[in-house]
């Protein structure tokens, strides 16, 4: 398993933004963002990357390996995390994988 962050994509994410503002928001998206295309670069390396060029658990984020944060490690925050998923979705009938 590897993980990674993109970063900012420039997604179209403020499509649904008032008119008058999308000029301006297209500018900075197109400025500061990266293209989908760049943003997937991550993505693609780590699905053709031979077997053993990156240790399971790498983390790349913008294509740089870092290690990642410690409550991105934290066991028991994860346990209590997945356990607050289920409560709020099992109502819309998310159901928790069996552990056996």
Partial sequence: VFV???GAVNSEIAREAP???KPLLKAVFATIF???ARAAE???YLACAAPGTEPPGRYLH???RRAP???A???DFGDRLWARIYD???PQGFVAPRSD
Avoid: I, Y
């Fill in 62 to 64: 913008l294509m740089r």
């Fill in 88 to 90: 709020l979705l099992g």
């Fill in 19 to 21: 008119r008058w503002s």
């Fill in 4 to 6: 990674m962050c993109p």
């Fill in 42 to 44: 991550p993505a693609v």
């Fill in 34 to 36: 990266q293209s989908p």
């Fill in 69 to 71: 944060s410690e409550a």
């Fill in 73 to 75: 490690t934290d066991v």
